[in-house]
């Protein structure tokens, strides 16, 4: 006799209350429409208020908007008041905004920028699922999300200072999955080359179609990509996963060139 299979579940956000930081364009802008086309109410903020006003009203649906500094405690303590205020709870956090004042050598970083690189993509990541924690998570349960990136995984003559505190906010990504258990699942994705303003002097030119060239799927990536799987990571439809960092990359990191 075989066991009934369970029945599958589809990513269906309808009646959860997500926070994405930096949803005002790029990633976050796609992942927070995503969220919304799959029923969630949405809290998006970023520093400039306007383009977040914009991003609201192109998104459409049950959407919020805050102007916020992503690793200032005090602006984080008023988005997650306004978003419970205005949405009774906080299930899931999109931890994706992130700087990259730097590039080149690590061994030649001036200490500012290499703070001001930790502290908006480490320390502020920490602090936003400190306060959701502590207000909403911690009695309701939730999904985290930290949008890493795949150059954590490798060295890079220029983006070793990024790359390094997007290595260190996947193993947070592990750490507070073990720590927030069972109530609270901690996932990551760690895109590839995406075609967004953050990446502009990466692919602008025909930069893009070399790294193109170079992955196997043969393409770069799209905001679409990073969104759909974060609607599965923040579902239920991943309810068995914790802890993990998805590789989104087109293959990049699997290429025979990265392993020869
Ligand atoms: N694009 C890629 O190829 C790529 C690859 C791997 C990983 N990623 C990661 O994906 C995430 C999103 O990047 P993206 O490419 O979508 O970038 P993007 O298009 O430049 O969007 C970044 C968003 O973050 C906001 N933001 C930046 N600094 C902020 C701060 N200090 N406080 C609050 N909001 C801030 C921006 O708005 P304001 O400037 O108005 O504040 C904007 O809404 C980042 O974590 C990035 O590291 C990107």
Same mark, same amino acid.
């Given at each position: 006799?075989?066991?009934?299979?369970?029945?599958?579940?589809?990513?269906?956000?309808?009646?959860?209350?997500?926070?994405?930081?930096?949803?005002?364009?790029?990633?976050?802008?796609?992942?927070?429409?995503?969220?919304?086309?799959q029923?969630?109410?949405?809290?998006? %903020? +970023?520093?400039?208020?306007? +383009? %977040?006003?914009?991003?609201?009203a !192109?998104?459409?649906?049950?959407v919020?908007? !805050?102007?916020?500094?992503?690793?200032?405690?005090d602006?984080?303590e008023?988005?997650v008041?306004a978003?419970?205020?205005?949405?009774?709870?906080?299930?899931?956090?999109?931890?994706?905004?992130?700087?990259?004042p730097?590039?080149?050598?690590?061994?030649?970083?001036?200490?500012?920028?290499?703070?001001?690189?930790? !502290?908006?993509?480490?320390?502020?990541?920490?602090?936003w699922?400190?306060?959701?924690?502590?207000?909403s998570?911690?009695?309701?349960?939730?999904?985290?999300?930290?949008?890493?990136?795949?150059?954590?995984?490798?060295?890079s003559?220029?983006?070793?200072?990024?790359?390094?505190?997007?290595s260190?906010?996947m193993?947070?990504? +592990?750490?507070?999955?073990?720590?927030?258990?069972?109530?609270?699942?901690v996932?990551?994705?760690?895109?590839?080359?995406?075609?967004?303003?953050?990446?502009?002097?990466?692919?602008e030119?025909?930069?893009?179609?070399?790294?193109?060239?170079?992955?196997?799927l043969?393409r770069?990536?799209t905001? +679409?990509?990073?969104?759909?799987?974060?609607?599965?990571?923040?579902?239920?439809?991943?309810?068995w996963?914790?802890?993990?960092?998805?590789?989104?990359?087109?293959?990049?990191?699997?290429?025979?060139?990265?392993?020869?």
């Open positions: 006799m075989t066991a009934s299979a369970a029945p599958l579940s589809a990513p269906d956000l309808s009646g959860r209350t997500a926070i994405v930081t930096g949803g005002s364009r790029g990633i976050g802008k796609a992942i927070a429409k995503a969220f919304v086309d029923g969630a109410s949405v809290m998006i %903020c +970023s520093r400039n208020e306007e +383009s %977040c006003a914009e991003a609201a !192109e998104i459409g649906g049950s919020a908007y !805050e102007q916020a500094h992503v690793a200032h405690d602006d984080i008023r988005v008041e978003t419970m205020n205005r949405f009774g709870s906080i299930d899931i956090l999109v931890n994706n905004a992130a700087t990259n730097y590039a080149g050598p690590t061994i030649d970083v001036d200490i500012a920028r290499w703070n001001k690189t930790i !502290e908006v993509n480490l320390t502020a990541p920490l602090m699922t400190q306060r959701v924690w502590e207000r998570m911690s009695n309701g349960g939730g999904a985290i999300l930290n949008i890493a990136s795949v150059g954590g995984l490798v060295t003559p220029i983006l070793g200072t990024y790359d390094m505190t997007k260190a906010l193993h947070l990504t +592990s750490q507070l999955a073990a720590e927030l258990a069972p109530g609270v699942r996932n990551a994705v760690a895109p590839g080359l995406i075609k967004t303003d953050f990446a502009r002097a990466l692919w030119g025909d930069a893009g179609d070399q790294v193109a060239e170079s992955y196997p043969k770069l990536g905001v +679409s990509d990073i969104a759909s799987a974060a609607v599965y990571l923040c579902s239920d439809a991943s309810g996963v914790t802890g993990q960092s998805l590789v989104l990359d087109g293959g990049g990191l699997v290429s025979f060139g990265n392993l020869s």
